[in-house]
């Protein structure tokens, strides 16, 4: 029985030019976390990130439409004397999760790391995200047992 062709994943860095399309789905992923839609203000703090080189997008693509995007923040690790990138944001259009968009987003960034020499990537998520914490594991990340991990609320 012939299976329906499936459209390839297209990963690349987003431009200026893709803003509009990564604020949609960065506003969706807001929603996700509990967080009001607002549209311009989502593309207003990309639109800043960028232009400050404050931030790496990934924008996949399928079939030429917008389906997810991965957000990278640099740090660096004094103890390597490196860089790290914070995987900071991760989203895939509800419909086609488990589709392979989240892993081509998770390997650009991966390349993204090792093509600037980082001493590794490292993310947060929370506890109760199963989805993503077995999207995680099963593309080789491991949870941090050396150190706990801290934050404060401002």
Same mark, same amino acid.
């Given at each position: ?7 390839? +994943? @297209? ?8 803003? @509009?399309?990564?604020?949609? =789905?960065? @506003? !969706? ?7 009001a839609t607002d549209l311009s203000a989502a593309r207003?703090?990309?639109? !800043? ?34 860089? +790290?990138? +914070? #995987?900071? @944001? =991760?989203?895939?259009?509800?419909? =086609? ?8 987003? #998770? ?22 995200? #199963?989805?993503a914490r077995t999207l995680y594991e099963s593309s ?10 801290? #934050?404060?609320?401002?």
């Amino acid at each position: 029985m012939p299976t329906p062709h499936t459209p390839s +994943i @297209d990963v690349s860095r987003a431009k200026a030019t893709d803003l @509009d399309e990564v604020a949609n =789905l960065f @506003d !969706e992923y807001r929603q996700f976390y509990g967080q009001a839609t607002d549209l311009s203000a989502a593309r207003a703090f990309l639109c !800043e990130r960028v232009e400050r080189s404050e931030s790496v997008i990934f924008l996949a693509r399928q079939a030429a439409r917008a389906v997810g995007f991965v957000q990278l923040f640099p740090s660096f690790s004094s103890v390597a004397l490196q860089p +790290i990138w +914070i #995987l900071n @944001d =991760l989203y895939v259009a509800p419909e =086609l999760r488990r589709s392979g968009v989240a892993t081509a987003l #998770l390997t650009s960034a991966e390349t993204h790391a090792l093509h600037t020499n980082a001493a590794r990537l490292v993310l947060a998520t929370a506890t109760d995200n #199963l989805p993503a914490r077995t999207l995680y594991e099963s593309s080789g990340w491991q949870q941090d047992q050396a150190f706990l991990h801290y #934050l404060k609320t401002l």
